[in-house]
Every structure is written in structure tokens, then in C-alpha cells.
Nanobody
């Protein structure tokens, strides 16, 4: 059984910062590309950022220069440092990872963490 658990969401004022974490657990052999996605009310889920197992990163244009994705492979953990937050960043943030588990690779999702940007 593989589980992804996000944490770190909350309510913050515009211009503030939050740091999200995503921890993968279970009998994991390898974790490949990991990513953060978000879904705002009434909108489709969208890509925020991805990071490969080697540390290569990719960002949505809307968050470039404000968000930083990173990972600690020794802890099976991924982070999203979010700075200069805007009201339009309000969404449920999900982590996603490609994981090799008992000989099979699959993509797994966390349950999501709410991020609300409001004064």
C-alpha cells in the first residue's frame, strides 16, 4: 500500500508564504517524478510544478518566480515553498508521484490540502 499525505495548507494573507509537504509511505522501491497540482472551486485541476528524481523542475507560468518545488529523496518527501501568494492561488493542492511498488509503477495522489489566500 502506498500513501501520499500532504500537509502545510492554511489561511494566509496576500503577499504571505506557506510551505507544503508531501510524504510518501509504504513499501516503495523508487519514486520518480513528483508534482504539485491544484484545483480551485469550479475549475479543472491544473499543474503547479513538477520535479524529477534527479531534481529537474518545471513550473506553471502563473507561479514561476514565486513558488519553489524541492524534494528530499532520503525522506520520500516533496515540498512546495509558496511566496508572494495571491488570492488566485486559493485552491486545494494535491501531490502526485510516480512510484515503483512491488514491481509495478503507478501514479498516486494525495488527499489534498486547502490553501486559502484572503485578507
Amino acid at each position: 500500500q502506498v500513501q501520499l499525505v500532504e500537509s502545510g495548507g492554511g489561511l494566509v494573507q496576500p503577499g504571505g508564504s506557506l510551505r507544503l509537504s508531501c510524504v510518501a509511505s509504504g513499501s516503495i522501491s523508487s519514486i520518480y517524478t513528483m508534482g504539485w497540482y491544484r484545483q480551485a472551486p469550479g475549475k479543472q485541476r491544473e499543474l503547479v510544478a513538477t520535479i524529477s528524481s534527479g531534481g529537474n523542475t518545471n513550473y506553471a507560468d502563473s507561479v514561476k518566480g514565486r513558488f519553489t518545488i524541492s524534494r528530499d529523496n532520503t525522506k520520500n518527501t516533496m515540498y512546495l515553498q509558496m511566496d508572494s501568494l495571491k488570492p488566485e492561488d486559493t485552491a486545494v493542492y494535491y501531490c502526485n508521484a510516480g512510484i515503483l511498488f512491488v514491481g509495478t509503477t503507478g501514479r498516486y495522489w494525495g488527499q489534498g490540502t486547502q490553501v486559502t489566500i484572503s485578507s
